[in-house]
Structures are given as structure tokens and as C-alpha cells.
């Protein structure tokens, strides 16, 4: 979709025309319930996920930046929407085994040390901060195939680039990570060059 019809969609829809919303879900739906379904592996599930991200879009629109495509953003809304899916079957998993296997529920929910937590957390801040210094597109790919766990192809359709480009992106944004990290840290992952 061209860049100023689907701003133009956008804006219609913010003011309340569904109509408009409805050519945007059109537009995005194959991209959103392929994230969903990849995700959850299962057809029945990613279709309720699809659905629940349309709906947290429809009701977050006014939120929307036009730096953003509608695509990419509406694909973070959904594989959000589908990993919060995905822990939630889990959870009732572990719930329904905890009466064949007692301790199960409660090693599958115990959480690190404080400690850990804290070094975890501290590494990410540094990570995300990291990320922030790389240029966008490098950003963006490297937070979708590896923070947020998409696909190539995925990630491509939503960032708008044929797969060669996110590769590109992705190998020169991770090279960039990497020398910016031991720059900070001096810790080279034991990594040479």
C-alpha cells in the first residue's frame, strides 16, 4: 500500500471510520496472522490473536506515529499479542500438570536470584542503549529477528525490504553491536575481530 493512502486510512480511522480501519486490516491481515500462527502453531490460536491485535489497534490508533509504517507497527501489536497467547497456554499447561507432578508448577514459576536479575537487567539496559547508537533500519531488523524472535521473511514485510536487505541490516547491525560492546565493556564474548 502506498505510503500516502495508507496515512490517509490512518487518519480516517483515528477519526472513527471503520471502514477505513477495515481497508488497513485488509491490507495487513495475511502479515498478522502468518506472525500469529508462526508463533503459536495453531490455526485456531492465531486467529484469536490476530483478532485481539486488530482490536488493541483499533482502540490505540489515536497512538499511532507516522514515522512508523502501519505494517510494522500493527506486526509488534500482534506478536505481542501472540506471545502473550503462547505464555498463557503455557501457564495453564504447567497448572494442570501441578496435580500429576506437584513440584512441576513451582520450578516452571520460581524466578532467578535478585542478583541475576539485576545483572540480566543491567546487561539489556546497556544492549537497548547499544541499539539506540545503531542507525534505524539496522535497529529495527535486529530487534525484530533477534529481541522479538521474527522470521527474516517476516521481519522484511514488516519493515518493508526484500530479505537481502534485513540480512544486510541485520549482519551490519550486529557487527556494529559487537564493536560497541567491547568498547564499552572490554568483554569480547570471546569472540576474535
Not at 502473550?84 to 513451582?106: K, N
Not at 532467578?112 to 539496559?125: I, Q
Not at 517476516?154 to 556494529?176: E, F, I, N, Q, S
Request: hydrophobic share 40%; net charge negative; proline share 3%.
Amino acid at each position: 500500500m502506498e505510503t500516502e493512502r495508507e496515512q490517509e486510512l490512518i487518519r480516517r480511522a483515528i477519526e472513527g471510520d471503520e471502514n477505513a480501519f477495515a481497508e488497513l486490516v485488509h491490507a495487513t491481515q495475511d502479515l498478522v496472522y502468518t506472525c500469529c500462527y508462526r508463533v503459536l502453531r495453531d490455526p485456531r490460536a492465531a486467529e484469536e490473536a490476530a483478532n485481539e491485535a486488530y482490536l488493541r489497534a483499533w482502540r490505540g490508533l489515536a497512538g499511532f506515529r507516522f514515522q512508523a509504517k502501519f505494517s510494522s507497527w500493527i506486526f509488534r501489536i500482534a506478536h505481542n499479542a501472540a506471545v502473550r497467547m503462547a505464555t498463557r497456554r503455557r501457564l495453564e499447561t504447567v497448572s494442570m500438570d501441578d496435580r500429576e507432578h506437584p513440584g512441576l508448577a513451582q520450578a516452571a514459576v520460581e524466578e532467578p536470584s535478585v542478583e541475576r536479575r539485576l545483572e540480566a537487567d543491567a546487561e539489556m539496559v546497556l544492549v537497548r542503549g547499544l541499539l539506540g547508537e545503531l542507525p534505524e533500519n539496522e535497529r529495527r531488523a535486529i530487534e525484530l529477528a533477534y529481541l522479538e524472535g521474527v522470521d527474516y521473511r517476516d521481519a522484511a514485510a514488516a519493515l518493508g525490504c526484500p530479505v537481502a536487505t534485513l540480512k544486510t541490516w541485520v549482519h551490519r547491525g550486529r557487527k556494529k553491536l559487537r564493536e560497541l560492546y567491547i568498547e564499552r565493556t572490554g568483554d569480547s564474548f570471546g569472540v576474535a575481530g
